[in-house]
């Protein structure tokens, strides 16, 4: 009798041991969708990053992208436009010339065309990485390669390699930037004043000098612009919301009385210039061009840095005629003083060149 106690007793016991066990091992199936619809809706969201190769590129094929963005009456404002992440660098047959340039105005003009603060070294090496091993090499493989280890990124037009680990030397990551793309290069961090410049590689400035910029936050930056007190507030709230994977971009314009690249003085004109500035000044019109910049915002996910890029073209002002577009130029250009920022006028050069410009686009017949 004792012994069947015992043995009954054991059978009690594993019966209450594996519906125990069963229990804490049973997976937690759909006991609470609301509950896991919740919690999923709670984690952030993956940012797309996806780089989309273009197999078989030939950049010395490819002509620069055409923009013309002509109104009749300017109005300043930011006029953003999204944009993918593929499409942050665009290349043209203009590239290796470019490149090789800007190679000689980094070595120089070192400390105008680049420049960091302390602040801004941890976004450097992001910008560094990210571009020469998440994004070259995967949009351009037949310009860029990496080694198999990953660890040496190839310039299969320059014939230069870099290795992809950001060197220590920042001023070196920012040189190895600015002789590999041909895009201009911000790099901002958002602070209690707003959001500052911590670092740039700039070759190309247009009426400004680059290194004036560093350590000043985007009002500072401004501070020249006509009118940009009516966007400032606006362009600081919307670098704050600004996501990363959602590029915005934008594009500015203006004419040139010729076709210079690299120039901190001349194109813009302030207040303090109007005493010695000759307008409406005889321009050659075999050299006028007009100036273009396509401007790209983007952010990087580690340092939440962001990137404020530009590519540069340059047209003959004789392009829009034979284009047509004599008369929109025209209407443009005039359109200067009228919106809402009438001293673009005087800034964008147009008491220099503006008469000139004019008389030659309003003669020409239209194709």
């Known amino acids: 009798m004792a012994l069947i106690s015992v043995v009954l007793f054991l059978a009690v016991v594993a019966i209450v041991v594996g519906w125990k066990y069963g229990i804490e091992r049973r997976p937690h199936r759909d006991a609470s969708p609301a509950l896991e619809k919740a919690e999923d809706a709670k984690a952030p969201p993956v940012p797309d990053m996806t780089i989309e190769p273009l197999e078989g590129f030939d950049w010395k094929a490819t002509e620069p992208v055409k923009i013309r963005p002509f109104k009749p009456v300017f109005h300043i404002t930011m006029a953003l436009q999204s944009t ?74 320059t014939e230069v390699s870099w290795p992809t680990t950001p060197p220590a030397d920042t001023l070196e990551a920012l040189k190895i930037l600015g002789e590999t793309v041909e895009d201009d290069i911000f790099l901002l961090h958002k602070t209690d004043r707003g959001h500052l410049a911590v670092a740039f590689v700039c070759c190309y400035s247009s009426g400004f000098d680059p290194s004036s910029k560093l350590g000043k936050i985007l009002e500072e930056i401004h501070a020249p612009v006509p009118s940009y007190n009516k966007i400032g507030a606006s362009m600081e709230r919307f670098f704050s919301r600004l996501e990363v994977g959602k590029n915005v971009k934008r594009v500015n314009w203006s004419i040139t009385p010729e076709a210079t690249l ?55 002002v004789k392009d829009a005629v034979a284009e047509g577009l004599g008369p929109q130029l025209a209407d443009a250009i005039e359109g200067l003083p009228k919106g809402n920022a009438p001293g673009m006028w005087t800034y964008k050069g147009g008491i220099r060149w503006g008469k000139s410009v004019l008389n030659y686009l309003r003669a020409q017949p239209q194709p």
């Open 84 to 157: 993918a992440p593929s499409d942050l660098i665009v290349m043209d047959y203009n590239y290796k010339e470019r490149v090789l340039g800007r190679r000689e105005l980094i070595a120089e003009h070192t400390s105008t065309v680049s420049g960091f603060i302390p602040m801004g070294v941890s976004a450097v090496e992001e910008a560094y990485s990210y571009l020469l091993t998440d994004y070259l090499p995967v949009r351009f493989p037949t310009m860029f390669t990496l080694s198999e280890d990953r660890k040496t990124f190839n310039n299969l037009v």
């Open 262 to 316: 690299f120039n901190t003085a001349g194109n813009h004109v302030h207040e303090e210039d109007l005493e010695w500035i000759k307008q409406d000044d005889e321009i050659d019109m075999d050299k006028a061009r007009m100036r273009m910049e396509l401007q790209t915002l983007s952010r990087f996910p580690k340092t939440q840095a962001i990137m404020f890029s530009f590519k540069t073209l340059l047209y003959p």
